[in-house]
């Protein structure tokens, strides 16, 4: 069983960064693909950025690829999502997601475990 919580969202004006931080329990978060998804108001939860266990591989969406980065520290048993030159569309409730794969992934049926989500609003 894997518990994961995030931290970091918040409010911020459009241009502006974030920090969102998911930390794991579990001895083995680095057997562990990780990923983060986003749900929007009166929309479908997507897909935003996936790392494998190692960090060594990242994919992201084209709507946020060269504005945000995904990272881990498995040392520490967290992931990051470092989100830069946000914009009022980024506006949304973050998920972070660890898959029982080791390689990145992108589908959310990919991913066993969920966090509670932390709400990011972007004001333009």
């Known amino acids: 069983q894997v518990q994961l919580v995030e931290s970091g969202g918040g409010l911020v004006q459009a241009g502006g960064s974030l920090r969102l931080s998911c930390a794991a329990s579990?001895?083995?978060?680095?057997?562990?693909?990780m990923g983060w998804f986003r749900r929007a108001p009166g929309k479908e939860r997507e897909f935003v950025a996936g790392?494998?266990?190692?960090?060594?591989?990242?994919t992201y969406a084209d709507s946020v690829k060269g504005r945000f980065t995904i990272s881990r520290d498995n040392a520490k048993n967290t992931e990051y999502l470092q989100m830069n030159s946000l914009k009022p569309e980024d506006t949304a409730v973050y998920y972070c997601?660890?898959?029982?794969?080791?390689?990145?992934?992108?589908?959310?049926?990919?991913?066993?475990?969920w966090g509670q989500g932390t709400q990011v609003t972007v004001s333009a």
């Open positions: 997601a660890a898959s029982l794969a080791y390689s990145a992934r992108v589908a959310a049926r990919e991913y066993a475990y």
């Open positions: 579990g001895r083995t978060f680095r057997s562990y693909a």
């Open positions: 790392i494998s266990g190692d960090g060594s591989s990242t």
